[in-house]
């Protein structure tokens, strides 16, 4: 059993505008993974749920069988419990992959936090944004000690 937990964000500037994903991870074995990426032009709620998928993705390449994902998107977390109905068109096809995805795991769990909580994910998707050029992945991680 591995359990991690995901902290997500995505940013956008304009609303459509520049925008990127930053995902803050960490397992029950003690790692950090940092993941941001730039994704161009979009929404900031396109950028919330491609966070999530980049999450779901990473978790899955980890081996994680339990997940929680942590993110400051009331509409992201209240969608994916089904609480709120997905109506956007841009984010239906990103809904069905990521409610397909969370599939793969024993236990998965979503919950909203306030900004403040969210802080490393936020910094790794403003540092997406502010990359500016063509998509891109970076990734940083650190060994437990």
Same mark, same amino acid.
């Given at each position: 059993i591995l359990k991690v937990t995901a902290f997500v964000d995505g940013a956008s500037r304009g609303n459509p505008g520049p925008a990127g994903y930053g995902v803050y991870m960490t397992t029950d074995a003690g790692e950090t993974i940092e993941i941001s990426g730039f994704l161009g032009t979009t929404t900031n709620n396109v950028a919330e749920y491609e966070g999530l998928?980049?999450?779901? +993705?990473?978790?899955?390449?980890?081996?994680a069988t339990e997940l929680e994902i942590v993110s400051d998107s009331e509409l992201l977390v209240k969608q994916m419990l089904g609480v709120y109905r997905v109506k956007h068109p841009n984010l239906i096809?990103?809904?069905?992959?990521?409610?397909q995805m969370v599939r793969q795991f024993? +236990?998965?769990s979503i919950r909203d936090t306030l900004r403040a909580g969210n802080k490393n994910a936020d910094r790794l998707a403003n540092i997406a944004v502010d990359r500016a050029s063509g998509r891109s992945v970076d990734r940083h991680r650190d060994a437990a000690s």
């Open positions: 998928l980049e999450a779901l +993705r990473t978790a899955e390449h980890e081996g096809p990103l809904y069905e992959q990521a409610k024993r +236990r998965f």
